[in-house]
């Protein structure tokens, strides 16, 4: 690390957005590898993650006007980054989406570290029993819309249901996981 | 950019095991949520990731912001899911650009606005432009004078006879439906919005198939000049002012464009070189 003072995400935006070449370069360096990481855990494709996290770098490049100051980087840049994936999709059938909540049966009885109960009390409470008990349709469309932060529309796309059986699920999700919480969580539209 | 979380961050094996997978879907998701949010857990995925897969992603940004934007043909080409050279190779063709398909679609409006005020008693202007666009279209499409990729295509080994036929085809699909829309202001019979198709398709071959022995613009100016004999002598006989377009012409039409293809394939079959047959 080097000792000169960091400057913060927003302003490397604002630094692209006039030109700055070296700042899109710092905001790869911070951005670039849990892009990369978080792709890769949906597409088994390694050669459409690269692709993906390049269109969008140069989105970012030219559209760093569109960035609203007081938004976090991280989160607009994994909203081009999933959708420009999830239009991929659609266009390529040959990508395959990983169903993660599916994989790794076994391993889902192995609980998890001790330091993996730590994290997983402070970013959800008792959320992630919950999240484990609901059913594969339910998961998947919480996943996409809760975690991902589609719309209830691209998410109806990417799963291949209807929008409004979206909704549906992402409210009877929402329902069994307050349920199950006995009280409801802050942030939870 | 700090969160709930504080000062705890996901050691490097935690990380490790959710690089590879191995986490579950839940724990996963967790660990997904803290790192998308906090910048130490951030630099860590960073050290742990391939450097070769990063550098590869940086690579490709930076051609991606250092390329200038294409031409506006190319980037319609490409929007159209045409592979790049072939993107290329279509936008330096003379006929493709914005200039050409405007000075098309004014000669056409002109015509087709003569047809329309003179009531359908003079339908030479129209007959005489509709056909004759996508001819010189094709024409100007290639050859020594209008490509600038010239003498870049004489020495790629690249098909001329592809080259040529995808630029005649591009040529079609630009100017024909601008024509059809016009042909459909034109007064007259219903079928007439559609006859101008069988002379301006059979005309292209022909063209074509001249080419090969004459050169385009020789060959441009023989046709223009037949086509233009058959409609003003139709005017002058006088006969109807359809001829040019009824059923036993279209006949001829056909016809001719039979024999043209045939030359073509026949030339490109023996002439095994590129860019001998066209």
Redesign the interface.
Request: net charge positive.
């Given at each position: 690390m080097s000792t000169a003072p960091i400057v913060a995400?927003a302003a490397l935006v604002a630094a692209v957005a006039d030109g700055d070449?070296g700042a899109?370069?710092e905001l790869?360096?911070?951005?670039?590898?849990?892009l990369?990481?978080?792709l890769?855990?949906r597409c088994n494709d390694?050669e459409v993650v690269?692709?993906v996290?390049?269109?969008t770098?140069?989105v970012l490049?030219k559209d760093a006007r569109r960035f609203r100051q007081d938004g976090?980087v991280?989160?607009w840049l994994?909203g081009i980054a999933f959708r420009r994936m999830v239009s991929r999709l659609r266009s390529r059938r040959d990508v395959v989406l990983i169903p993660?909540?599916d994989?790794?049966p076994t391993?889902?009885q192995?609980m998890?570290?001790a330091?993996?109960q730590?994290?997983?009390g402070?970013?959800?409470g008792d959320l992630?029993a919950g999240?484990?008990r609901l059913s594969p349709e339910f998961?998947s469309v919480v996943?996409a819309v809760v975690?991902d932060g589609l719309t209830t529309k691209e998410a109806g796309r990417l799963l291949g249901v209807r929008e409004n059986t979206v909704k549906t699920r992402l409210h009877r999700a929402k329902a069994q996981l307050r349920a199950t919480l006995t009280e409801p969580q802050e942030g939870w539209r | 950019m700090t969160t709930r979380t504080g000062e705890w961050h996901a050691d490097p094996a935690l990380l490790s095991r959710y690089l590879a997978g191995d986490l579950d879907a839940v724990t996963g998701a967790s660990v997904e949520q803290h790192v998308s949010r906090c910048e130490t857990c951030r630099a860590t995925v960073g050290r742990l990731l391939e450097p070769q897969l990063l550098e590869r992603t940086w690579a490709g940004i930076r051609d991606g912001v250092e390329r200038p934007t294409p031409p506006y043909p190319m980037r319609v080409a490409r929007r159209l899911g045409l592979p790049e050279p072939t993107a290329v190779l279509l936008a330096s063709a003379a006929s493709l650009r914005g200039a050409w398909l405007v000075g098309a679609f004014l000669s056409l409006s002109f015509a087709t606005l003569a047809a329309y005020a003179s009531g359908g008693t003079a339908l030479a202007p129209f007959l005489l432009a509709a056909p004759l666009a996508p001819v010189l279209g094709v024409a100007a499409a290639y050859g020594p004078r209008q490509d600038s990729l010239e003498a870049l295509i004489v020495t790629a080994p690249y098909g001329r006879t592809r080259l040529i036929l995808l630029r005649t085809l591009a040529v079609l699909v630009s100017v024909l439906p601008v024509t059809a829309l016009l042909g459909l202001a034109v007064p007259g019979p219903a079928w007439l919005a559609a006859a101008w198709l069988g002379p301006a398709l059979a005309l292209v071959p022909v063209l074509l198939a001249l080419a090969g022995f004459v050169g385009p613009r020789f060959a441009a100016t023989v046709v223009s000049l037949v086509w233009s004999g058959v409609v003003l002598g139709a005017t002058w006989a006088p006969l109807a002012p359809t001829w040019p377009v009824e059923a036993a012409q279209q006949g001829v039409y056909v016809g001719l464009a039979v024999a043209a293809c045939a030359v073509i394939a026949l030339r490109a079959g023996t002439d095994r070189q590129p860019g001998v047959a066209l």
């Amino acid at each position: 690390m080097s000792t000169a003072p960091i400057v913060a995400d927003a302003a490397l935006v604002a630094a692209v957005a006039d030109g700055d070449s070296g700042a899109l370069r710092e905001l790869y360096q911070r951005h670039g590898a849990w892009l990369h990481a978080r792709l890769l855990r949906r597409c088994n494709d390694s050669e459409v993650v690269v692709e993906v996290v390049q269109d969008t770098f140069v989105v970012l490049w030219k559209d760093a006007r569109r960035f609203r100051q007081d938004g976090e980087v991280g989160a607009w840049l994994w909203g081009i980054a999933f959708r420009r994936m999830v239009s991929r999709l659609r266009s390529r059938r040959d990508v395959v989406l990983i169903p993660e909540w599916d994989v790794l049966p076994t391993l889902q009885q192995v609980m998890p570290s001790a330091e993996d109960q730590v994290l997983l009390g402070v970013e959800y409470g008792d959320l992630a029993a919950g999240l484990r008990r609901l059913s594969p349709e339910f998961r998947s469309v919480v996943q996409a819309v809760v975690l991902d932060g589609l719309t209830t529309k691209e998410a109806g796309r990417l799963l291949g249901v209807r929008e409004n059986t979206v909704k549906t699920r992402l409210h009877r999700a929402k329902a069994q996981l307050r349920a199950t919480l006995t009280e409801p969580q802050e942030g939870w539209r | 950019m700090t969160t709930r979380t504080g000062e705890w961050h996901a050691d490097p094996a935690l990380l490790s095991r959710y690089l590879a997978g191995d986490l579950d879907a839940v724990t996963g998701a967790s660990v997904e949520q803290h790192v998308s949010r906090c910048e130490t857990c951030r630099a860590t995925v960073g050290r742990l990731l391939e450097p070769q897969l990063l550098e590869r992603t940086w690579a490709g940004i930076r051609d991606g912001v250092e390329r200038p934007t294409p031409p506006y043909p190319m980037r319609v080409a490409r929007r159209l899911g045409l592979p790049e050279p072939t993107a290329v190779l279509l936008a330096s063709a003379a006929s493709l650009r914005g200039a050409w398909l405007v000075g098309a679609f004014l000669s056409l409006s002109f015509a087709t606005l003569a047809a329309y005020a003179s009531g359908g008693t003079a339908l030479a202007p129209f007959l005489l432009a509709a056909p004759l666009a996508p001819v010189l279209g094709v024409a100007a499409a290639y050859g020594p004078r209008q490509d600038s990729l010239e003498a870049l295509i004489v020495t790629a080994p690249y098909g001329r006879t592809r080259l040529i036929l995808l630029r005649t085809l591009a040529v079609l699909v630009s100017v024909l439906p601008v024509t059809a829309l016009l042909g459909l202001a034109v007064p007259g019979p219903a079928w007439l919005a559609a006859a101008w198709l069988g002379p301006a398709l059979a005309l292209v071959p022909v063209l074509l198939a001249l080419a090969g022995f004459v050169g385009p613009r020789f060959a441009a100016t023989v046709v223009s000049l037949v086509w233009s004999g058959v409609v003003l002598g139709a005017t002058w006989a006088p006969l109807a002012p359809t001829w040019p377009v009824e059923a036993a012409q279209q006949g001829v039409y056909v016809g001719l464009a039979v024999a043209a293809c045939a030359v073509i394939a026949l030339r490109a079959g023996t002439d095994r070189q590129p860019g001998v047959a066209l």
